[in-house]
Every structure is written in structure tokens, then in C-alpha cells.
């Protein structure tokens, strides 16, 4: 029997791109989100199928959720929101409506998959997380609070469970090519903007986030927890301000500002 996983926020981007490579992998996948998508008519190679619309902030709904599937042995929490404005523009309904779903949703998740962890003495929690935890930009400050609180969270998880057999880890990725993302993109400018920023020269993709999942969900990283799997192509690696000077420029074999495309 193969081992059952789940996966919230599976509706999107990130989480069906997950959800479609721990199947791959054979796991016995679950998704849970708030939307229902095309993602349910995608092939399904045995095990439960497609998107369970589960209201991810209900903690009953949740709870009966988790009671219903049984013993888990991979949680990974991808359901999340990247919106904002700057603080003193942040009202406390927004405010609280990003961290809902980045943090709180999570929460939610994790509680209730751990007692049947803690029962088989074994199980592997995954949040995405994000760069945007350590490493800003403007006008997220709701998202950077809750993105930073999640890391945290999950480092807690692995240090309070880690002797009933859990591991905790949050994978987090810098700017990843979903719809979302697209949508923030200002034109192809700003899409070679966002290459240069990154040393591999290319945006991720959800396929890279699931890659990194599908290794720390399995037993090839038995000692992986309390910790966080950085996916930004180096960007924060890079000192942004050298971007924009031409000696840096050279060396990194970008054209001068200005310069046509």
C-alpha cells in the first residue's frame, strides 16, 4: 500500500505541480483547497483523486477532513495569498486576511495531521514558505510577517515532535512562474528585470518547488529538519545594488542600463 500524502493550496500553481509529483512518485495523494479547478480532471494513477473543496480556515471542517482520511504521513501545506500595500495602507481586515492564509491555514493543517503521526511514530511536514521571510520587497508587509511566521512555525514543529519520528522542513522559493507571478510581471522588461536578479538567469518553476518537496518528503532526507530549502536561483545571494552599476554589470555579463535588448 503506498503511502498517503497530502496536499493543501492544491488548486494552484505550486501546490497541483506538488500534488502531480508526489502521485508521480506514488504517493496516494490527497489535495484539499478552497477552489475547485481543471486540476480534478487530470489523470489520476490510483489512490484517492483530485481536489477535496475543504474550507481551509474551519477548523471543524479540517479536523473531520484529517479524521476521515486516516493516518498521513506527508503534510505539505502549499495554500497561500502574496498581497499587500504598505503598513500604514494595510487595514486590519487585510492584514488579517493574509495571514489567514499563509499561516493560519497552515496551522490548521499541521495540528490536526499530527496526532496520526505521533500515533505511527513517523510523518513529514512540508510548508512553503518564501525568500520574502528574510530577504524584502516593498509593500508586503502582511505577507512578510506571516511567510516569516510560518518558518518559525515549522522549526517548532520539528523541535517539539522530532522524538515521536516527525520532521519539519519549509521549502522556500524566490519568484516561481505561476499565474499568479505573471500577473505581478510588468511586461518583458521587468520579466528580464527579475532574470538578471537571479545568477541561473531563469525564474523557477513549480516543477523546481515540487522537486524539492518530493526530496524532503522522502527517505533520502531522513536528517532534514528544523530547517528551510532556499529555491531562488541565487538571488539572494546577489547584493542588489551592484546590479545597477556598470563594473558589476560586466563581470556579471549583463548590458548596461539603457542598453536595447
Known amino acids: 500500500m503506498s503511502e498517503r500524502a497530502v496536499v493543501t493550496g492544491a488548486a494552484g ?5 506538488v500534488a502531480q509529483r508526489l502521485r508521480a512518485d506514488g504517493w496516494d495523494v490527497t489535495g484539499l ?19 477535496e473543496p475543504v474550507d481551509l480556515l474551519d477548523e471543524p471542517a479540517v479536523a473531520a477532513t484529517f479524521a476521515a482520511l486516516g493516518p498521513v504521513t506527508a503534510l505539505v501545506t502549499c495554500a497561500g495569498l502574496t498581497a499587500g500595500a504598505p503598513a ?3 487595514t486590519l481586515g487585510d492584514w488579517h486576511t493574509v495571514l489567514d492564509a ?8 499541521v495540528k490536526h495531521a499530527l496526532p496520526g503521526m505521533m500515533a505511527a511514530g513517523r510523518g513529514v511536514v512540508v510548508t512553503i514558505g518564501s525568500i520574502h521571510s528574510g530577504s524584502f520587497g516593498p ?18 514543529v ?27 510581471l510588468d511586461g518583458d522588461a521587468d520579466r528580464e528585470r527579475q532574470r538578471e536578479s537571479h545568477p541561473l538567469r531563469r525564474l523557477g518553476a513549480p516543477a523546481d518547488v515540487a522537486a524539492a ?9 531522513a ?32 548590458r548596461p542600463l539603457g542598453e536595447p535588448q
Open 33 to 51: 483547497d478552497r477552489a475547485v479547478t481543471p486540476f480534478r480532471q487530470l489523470p489520476k494513477p490510483g489512490g484517492r483523486a483530485g481536489v
Open 13 to 17: 500553481g505550486i501546490g497541483s505541480a
Open 158 to 184: 520539528a523541535v517539539d515532535y522530532g522524538r515521536h519520528g516527525i520532521r519539519a522542513v519549509t521549502v522556500a522559493p524566490g519568484w516561481i512562474r505561476t499565474p499568479a507571478t505573471e500577473e505581478r
Open 102 to 109: 499563509n499561516l493560519t491555514a497552515a496551522f490548521l493543517a
Open 213 to 221: 518537496v518530493a526530496f524532503a518528503v522522502s527517505d533520502g532526507a
Open 139 to 156: 509593500g508586503l508587509p502582511a505577507y512578510a510577517a506571516a511567510k516569516a511566521g510560518l518558518t518559525a512555525f515549522t522549526r517548532q
Open 88 to 90: 500604514h495602507e494595510t
Open 223 to 254: 536528517m532534514l529538519t528544523g530547517t528551510e530549502i532556499v529555491l531562488d536561483g541565487g538571488a539572494t545571494a546577489v547584493q542588489a545594488a551592484a546590479l545597477l552599476r556598470a563594473g558589476p554589470r560586466a563581470r556579471l555579463g549583463l
